[in-house]
């Protein structure tokens, strides 16, 4: 499952992806290193303890303690980046920042077992029968922190909040109005019908801030939400600190009294403060450290490998408006070339799933695309036909500087070197990367995306109408304009008819695998890891008494329904 | 030491700072890249970015930027992060505790066993324990702190459990626990420095005992502790302090490694964070900070030679 309900989000992990496999590159030698020295350890007679690790692959079970629940005690977790503030109009929620957020605040729905949206913080959200409206009633007698009560205005306030920002506002174009019902309901008016609404209510567009953290200047520092836990302390890039809400809306809840979170960059570092007991639970997507984890017995590890719901991917974004890659040939050819898992065996430590398209094996819109397989002859074939008509094949293959990347970029180069494409290799700068990108300064570029928890999430990325000429800012980076792929994203966001929806995104994975706009390599693997003493992560009940999600939304999980076993 | 060679000295400062502050000003907005990219994301449009590039003056010239930024910092006002919105001399003030304390223990640490092993050693030069701590030392100085702090963590924190991995206690919070969270990354910075203070020092130490009046001073009799610690130590720290002076440079930079690596919140993560965030405004204010720190530190230096040896004092009343 993956966890941004909204543009800004999809972008943000498109670009946060990056920077952290440059320390996975670092990680790989340095546990080595570290390994080498449990030898020397061992030999001058230090070994003994700590050889703990089990010797079989099938990795940790995530079993929660028996009996019920436990209330009491402090958690601290580790995260993989700083957030930049708690305002969710204001400031970039990657994983952190959404982990952060459901700490203080409360999503106006979330994801339950069964892979449906529920209403969560909203007592219900009802569609009008043509889905142009959208009714969102929010729960009665919840406050906020301040003893403010939550209602209309404040949900108001917020949902326009996001119309008006820059960071926000795109993935939202479609609604046309937010009206207040009565004190408890407000009514979204949308451009178009718009069936899969509620999915951005999962995340960063559906948490309700108090008013006042959305007016003061400094709200974004000292936020104030409806949250199982009470803000209490951020120190930027040291912690920051909640405590339990005792007059939370959910009965019970949260079973901790404090939580605390600490950003630790470095995933090595992360890592070694888990075992040193540190630390009590961190997140990665290192596959060197999932791996390591899925063996080591004093570790509980919960990955989303193989649940279902979407996941981001790895793959290579070709311009399609620019030569020679605006020829279908080239990219189809570059496919060919491309070995997917010797890809992820070389670099991901085998742990990522060989896509075929923007969904993954575990998702319902996976389908059999139709992807060209790894063929280099055929790819040598095609290459030679197109150099025939159009002189040799050559572009600019760019990833950014990141070692993880370089390698996957270098491996990849030297594929397409073998079906005859030359490529040159150019490291650009994160900001400058992404600029690039949008203005269609590329030939190929190493990325990370579609992830949204609904498809219609990545309409913006792949819709005809956001394709721009080179030069010109265009959110479709890649630049394919496929009539029959706005057909389906249209059909997805119209159709309110579930299998219809199917039908649409495998028709768009099958088109992709037509035009060839990405070539694919895998999808992307969430974990979170703890002490075998923390319980409830994927094991937890909606407010209605249905069970919620059993796996991770990207990395993400409800802090208000974890406790430690005593 | 005279006020006026002070004041000369003092002004002899300005011109390094000028420097320090227009080449750290021009050299990241050169960098390729654009902070509204960094701030708002791929999906804001053109209007967004242009309201945000007015919003933080940087539609305006270089130079009229750095002017304004040099008038504000001259008043304390170091300018507002870029992404967090939170005053950078606010951050500083958070931070530079940390890495302070981390600069002081790491160098309190290398003094502490350098100045007593070079004393040890150059009694007894190319003795067994001579032997032992400069190749022993020479070790140390080979491994790169980065290197040196994983295996510190993997053997005290995760195999052993006597350290945290990372994470900082501040003082005025436990103190012990203060101790414990700096324990390892001023051992990882401190190792380094510890191998060249114990060369240096028992290199000069074993000259200025060959010299004429350390064997006057035996042949008066003096008891041999006496003469290493009154006569021959002082007069041959002086290498020993310049390089403690040079060496806070290296030193600031071993903080960047030390400080993301264990986690710390202190000036040298600040800094590397919001390199990565395209923060300029917070990344001018601690390369501007950790100049003046240099620039001070060594200035200091400069007075404590004047301590050190009378001579230089003379020298510089006389001129």
């Keep these: ?566 | 030491m005279s006020a006026r060679f002070l004041g000369k000295r003092l002004l002899q400062l300005l011109p390094v700072l000028f420097a320090v502050s227009a080449l750290s000003f021009l050299l990241l907005n050169l960098l390729p890249g654009d902070p509204t990219i960094a701030i708002l994301g791929p999906s804001a449009t053109e209007e967004n970015r242009a309201v945000l590039r007015e919003e933080l003056g940087l539609d305006d010239p270089l130079p009229v930027r750095y002017v304004n930024w040099v008038a504000d910092s001259a008043t304390g006002d170091l300018g507002r992060s870029y992404v967090s919105n939170q005053p950078t001399l606010e951050a500083i003030k958070q931070r530079l505790p940390v890495t302070l304390e981390l600069l002081l223990l790491s160098q309190l640490l290398a003094l502490v066993i350098a100045v007593p092993l070079a004393i040890l050693a150059a009694t007894k030069p190319n003795g067994v324990l001579d032997r032992v701590s400069t190749s022993t030392a020479f070790g140390f100085l080979a491994i790169p702190n980065f290197m040196l702090g994983v295996l510190l963590i993997y053997l005290f924190a995760v195999r052993f459990r006597i350290f945290p991995a990372t994470g900082y206690t501040p003082f005025s919070e436990n103190p012990a626990e203060n101790l414990r969270s700096l324990a390892l990354p001023a051992i990882t910075l401190g190792v380094a420095e510890l191998a060249v203070y114990l060369r240096l020092l028992r290199t000069d130490l074993i000259a200025t005992l060959q010299e004429d009046y350390i064997a006057m001073a035996q042949a008066k009799g003096l008891p041999k502790a006496y003469i290493l610690l009154r006569h021959a130590l002082r007069p041959s720290t002086f290498s020993l302090v310049t390089v403690a002076g040079l060496n806070l440079g290296r030193l600031i930079g071993g903080t960047f490694v030390v400080e993301y690596l264990f986690a710390l919140p202190g000036i040298g993560a600040l800094t590397v964070e919001s390199i990565f965030r395209r923060d300029y405004i917070v990344v001018q204010g601690t390369v501007l900070l950790v100049a003046v720190g240099y620039v001070l530190a060594n200035f200091l230096v400069d007075l404590l030679y004047g301590i050190l040896d009378p001579r230089v004092r003379h020298a510089r009343v006389a001129a």
């Excluded at chain 1, 999915?199 to 008013?211: D, E, K, N, R």
């Excluded at chain 1, 760019?398 to 030359?422: I, P, R, Y």
């Excluded at chain 1, 057909?487 to 997805?492: I, P």
């Excluded at chain 1, 923390?534 to 209605?544: A, C, E, I, M, S």
């Design chain 1, 1 to 566: 499952m993956i966890e941004h309900a909204s543009a800004a989000n999809a972008a943000k992990q498109a670009n946060a992806a990056n920077p952290p496999p440059s320390r996975r590159g670092q990680r790989r030698r340095l546990l080595a290193l570290a390994a080498g020295l449990a030898l020397v350890a061992a030999a001058c007679g230090g070994g003994g303890g700590g050889g703990d690790k089990g010797s079989g692959d099938g990795g940790a079970t995530a079993k929660d303690a028996d009996g019920p629940p436990q209330s009491g005690g402090k958690v601290i977790m580790a995260t993989e980046a700083e957030v930049d503030g708690f305002d969710p109009t204001k400031n970039r929620f990657d994983i952190t920042g959404l982990t952060y957020a459901e700490t203080v605040y409360d999503p106006l729905a979330t994801y339950g077992k069964d892979r449906k949206i529920h209403p969560y913080l909203a007592e219900s959200i009802t569609n009008s029968p043509d889905y142009t409206t959208w009714t969102i009633k929010v729960r009665s007698g919840v406050q906020f922190h301040d003893g403010e009560p939550l209602n209309a205005d404040a949900v108001k306030m917020n949902l326009d909040g996001h119309r008006k920002s820059p960071l926000t506002s795109p993935a939202i174009a479609a609604i046309e109005s937010v009206d207040k019902v009565d004190d408890m309901t407000v009514a979204v008016k949308m451009k178009e019908p718009w069936v899969a609404f509620p999915a951005y209510l999962t995340g960063q567009i559906g948490y309700v801030a108090s008013p006042k953290t959305l007016s003061d200047p400094n709200g974004s520092r000292n936020p104030i939400g409806t949250g199982p836990f009470k803000f209490k302390e951020w120190v930027p890039g040291n912690h920051f600190t909640a405590v339990k809400n005792p007059n939370y809306w959910q009965k019970g809840l949260p079973y901790l009294d404090e939580v605390e979170y600490r950003p630790i960059v470095e995933v090595t570092s992360r890592a070694s403060s888990l075992s040193a007991g540190t630390i009590d639970m961190m997140h990665t997507t290192d596959p060197d450290t999932i791996v390591a984890f899925r063996k080591d017995k004093k570790i509980k590890l919960i990955d989303d490998s193989k649940s279902a719901g979407e996941h981001e991917e790895a793959f290579f974004m070709l311009n399609t408006a620019k030569p020679p890659l605006d020829d279908v040939r080239v990219r189809k050819a570059l496919a060919l070339a491309t070995d997917r898992q010797k890809v992820i065996n070389t670099v991901y430590a085998g742990i990522l799933t060989p896509a075929n398209g923007p969904f993954d094996k575990n998702s319902p819109y996976y389908a059999d695309t139709g992807y060209p397989e790894f063929n280099l002859d055929e790819a040598k074939k095609l290459v030679a036909e197109v150099e025939k008509e159009k002189g040799p094949i050559a572009f600019e293959l760019g990833t950014t500087n990141s070692a993880k990347n370089l390698q996957t970029t270098q491996l990849v180069q030297s594929m397409w070197k073998d079906a005859g494409v030359e490529t040159t290799l150019k490291q650009v700068e994160q900001s400058q990367f992404i600029l690039n990108a949008l203005v269609g300064n590329f030939g190929a570029y190493l990325w990370r995306q579609f992830g949204a928890p609904d498809p219609d999430g990545d309409y913006v990325w792949w819709h005809s109408t956001t394709a721009n000429p080179l030069g010109q800012l265009s959110l479709n980076f890649a630049r394919n304009k496929d009539p029959e792929v706005d057909a389906a994203l249209a059909d997805g966001r119209h159709n309110p008819d579930p299998e219809a929806r199917k039908q649409a995104y495998q028709r768009v994975a099958k088109q992709f695998a037509q035009d060839v706009p990405y070539v694919w390599i895998g999808t992307t693997v969430w974990s979170v890891s703890s002490k075998p003493k923390v319980n409830g992560v994927t094991t937890w009940k909606l407010p209605d008494g249905s069970d919620g999600l059993d796996t991770l939304l990207a990395g993400r999980f409800l802090m208000s329904h974890v406790w430690v076993s005593k």
